[in-house]
């Protein structure tokens, strides 16, 4: 090996262990390890070589990637995906099989041809909507939820990033381009195999778990918020609110602190008591008493505290989880001051399987934690805009266009079209470009804003995507990927294990660390491992595309998993029991029908 290729392996073996270990977040890890290839001199900034690596960000499955992202928030603006799910709700009545079934064919459906993270964010609030209703155990359905849309995306090359990347990069290398629905076959497959496992073996595998908003009566709250100032000549002026006996009632609690219509904005117990002070109080009626004047109960308290009521009002719960771009995330509660910013609670939190109502306010939040929120309904409302919370109390109706509707629906149906029809009728037009016409339209006939649209865009996935491609092409460029490939030449004579062999470790690695970067990473190996072997590279690249979409066994591999982790109330280990099996079935089936669409 040379000194470039054992740099390099020792640079995979650092990125695998950073993604694994969230050292840093996943596209800081990938555009550093970009800027190591080029310090080290495996790649080049300099125009015109074959080893530039700028050169990957004109590489089109990213781009093709934030197109469909702004498709898919088009298609949420103009209140299409929020009308499937109120149909949805409609159409399963009392049936728990029902349910289930209609979920997971309906979400599967979808994920073909949508990106599938919006498609649960909607799903998610309406499946535990349901389910308190109608009293279901809502782990019944998180993770069927979850495993449809990871199913459904291997349906079409748009159905998921893996697909676009591991496909453009075939491209790249001199393969024909992957038509839309070119993978269709094998994907029906793993759609079928999923609902027959899921409504049979695996319903049966799937835990009983308690959601945190059970822990609580997420009904009518028996608590109130009221809101009342600190008169003129009140004891409490001039005193700090942890000196103060408001502070000693065990079941009152002061929620925010208002001057001048401001929120105070210091450590609660510092804060020093001023005239015209508001204060915001929750507690049950009895504690509430003592401090305002609410219609049919006798004033107590209000004297001795110098404090006036102005409003009461009763408090809800609700429950929202962190997004992966949450600006709380690594922070705490502690830190935020979260309950003197938001004017609301929090009780309790979720995460990794463990629901925790004590001590948490000192923790870091991470993606993925489901929060038990309490306060009043508006600044509730307030909260889940802000969009560091994904709501799970109730879906989220944002100001739809539903005038533009059709457009965006058009949009999707154009680009599928031009897609699937492009090279029978002649007209060899790239994917990418279909996709920034059609994110162009959504946006110029008011779908979508561009605001809007550069939000929807994961970038953080995008530039993971970028650095990735970069890391790939210096193994190419290196020579070690055909290192690597020349490695199996003993195997020459049986294709079929090595493939078998390439979808396994694509599955096992993608359980670890992000789906897009095993796609990013695997593809030119498995190109050079065909052209070793002297056989067809496209079933390896197909191999690589549904392996690194096979994420059943864990929450952390797939971010649809990490979402109804938290909000199912799973444990790590309900994902190994319930998808190890799926899991193992998928790459038995994977091995032995891909040589068969597409020979060697």
């Given at each position: 090996m040379s000194a470039d290729q054992i740099f390099l392996s020792i640079l995979i073996v650092v990125v695998f262990a950073a993604f694994v270990k969230e050292w840093v977040s996943a596209e800081l890890v990938a555009i550093g390890a970009m800027l190591s290839c080029v310090l080290f001199g495996v790649l080049s900034m300099k125009g015109g070589e074959s080893n530039n690596a700028l050169s990957v960000f004109s590489n089109p499955a990213p781009i093709t990637v934030a197109c469909m992202f702004i498709l898919?928030?088009?298609?949420?603006?103009?209140?299409?995906?929020?009308?499937?799910?109120?149909?949805?709700?409609?159409?399963?009545?009392?049936?728990?099989?029902?349910?289930?079934?209609?979920?997971?064919?309906?979400?599967?459906?979808?994920?073909?041809f949508v990106n599938n993270t919006?498609?649960?964010?909607?799903?998610?609030?309406?499946?535990?909507?349901?389910?308190?209703?109608?009293?279901f155990k809502a782990s019944k359905y998180l993770i069927p939820l979850s495993y449809a849309a990871i199913a459904g995306g291997t349906?079409?090359?748009?159905?998921?990033?893996?697909?676009?990347?591991?496909?453009?990069?075939?491209?790249?290398?001199?393969?024909?381009?992957?038509?839309?629905?070119?993978?269709?076959?094998?994907?029906?497959?793993?759609?079928?195999?999923?609902?027959?496992?899921?409504?049979?073996?695996?319903?049966?595998?799937?835990?009983?778990?308690?959601?945190?908003?059970?822990?609580?009566?997420?009904?009518?709250?028996?608590?109130?918020?009221?809101?009342?100032f600190v008169k003129g000549g009140s004891p409490l002026i001039g005193v700090c609110y942890g000196d103060t006996e408001i502070s000693k009632h065990k079941k009152l609690r002061v929620i925010e602190v208002l001057r001048d219509s401001r929120r105070v904005r210091d450590e609660l117990p510092t804060i020093e008591f001023q005239e015209g002070d508001e204060i915001v109080f929750k507690g049950d009626l009895n504690a509430v008493m003592n401090v305002s004047n609410t219609e049919g109960i006798d004033v107590l308290g209000n004297e001795k505290f110098g404090l006036k009521e102005i409003r009461t009002e009763s408090a809800v719960l609700m429950e929202g989880i962190l997004g992966p771009d949450s600006s709380l995330?690594?922070?705490?509660?502690?830190?935020?001051?979260?309950?003197?910013?938001?004017?609301?609670?929090?009780?309790a939190v979720h995460r990794r399987g463990k629901n925790l109502r004590d001590r948490f306010e000192d923790e870091q939040l991470e993606f993925g934690d489901t929060l038990l929120v309490q306060g009043p309904r508006q600044k509730m409302r307030r909260l889940f805009e802000e969009k560091d919370f994904i709501n799970l109390s109730e879906p989220q109706h944002v100001e739809e266009r539903n005038n533009?509707?059709?457009?965006a629906i058009g949009a999707l149906v154009l680009f599928m079209l031009i897609g699937a029809l492009g090279k029978p009728m002649g007209l060899d037009i790239p994917v990418v470009q279909t996709a920034l016409f059609c994110a162009l339209m959504v946006m110029v006939t008011g779908c979508i804003n561009p605001q809007e649209a550069y939000k929807a865009i994961e970038w953080k996935v995008v530039f993971?995507?970028?650095?990735?491609?970069?890391?790939?092409?210096?193994?190419?460029e290196s020579g070690l990927a055909l290192l690597i490939g020349s490695s199996v030449e003993g195997f020459r004579e049986n294709p079929q294990l090595v493939l078998c062999l390439v979808y396994l470790v694509a599955a096992v690695m993608t359980e670890l660390?992000?789906?897009?970067?095993?796609?990013?990473?695997?593809?030119?190996?498995?190109?050079?491992?065909?052209?070793?072997?002297?056989?067809?590279?496209?079933?390896?690249?197909?191999?690589?595309?549904?392996?690194?979409?096979?994420?059943?066994?864990?929450?952390?591999?797939y971010q649809t998993n990490t979402f109804v982790y938290g909000a199912g109330g799973y444990k790590f280990g309900d994902f190994f029991k319930a998808g190890f099996p799926l899991a193992v079935i998928m790459w038995l089936i994977a091995s032995f029908l891909i040589p068969l669409i597409w020979p060697f």
């Open positions: 898919s928030a088009a298609l949420e603006r103009t209140g299409v995906i929020d009308k499937l799910g109120v149909w949805f709700e409609k159409l399963v009545g009392t049936s728990p099989m029902k349910m289930l079934a209609s979920l997971i064919i309906i979400v599967a459906l979808l994920s073909g919006p498609v649960v964010v909607v799903f998610m609030p309406i499946v535990l909507a349901i389910c308190r209703k109608q009293n349906m079409t090359i748009i159905g998921t990033s893996t697909n676009l990347i591991a496909s453009g990069i075939a491209f790249e290398k001199g393969m024909e381009q992957f038509s839309m629905f070119e993978i269709m076959p094998l994907g029906l497959v793993f759609v079928a195999v999923t609902f027959v496992y899921l409504m049979t073996i695996g319903r049966k595998l799937l835990p009983d778990r308690v959601t945190l908003a059970a822990l609580i009566d997420s009904g009518a709250s028996k608590d109130f918020i009221t809101h009342a995330a690594g922070k705490s509660l502690k830190q935020l001051n979260f309950r003197q910013k938001f004017g609301v609670l929090i009780l533009k509707a059709p457009i993971m995507i970028f650095g990735m491609l970069a890391v790939g092409l210096a193994m190419t660390i992000s789906n897009n970067a095993v796609a990013a990473l695997l593809t030119p190996i498995a190109i050079s491992v065909a052209l070793s072997m002297g056989v067809d590279a496209r079933p390896f690249v197909v191999a690589v595309m549904f392996g690194s979409s096979a994420s059943f066994s864990t929450p952390i591999g």
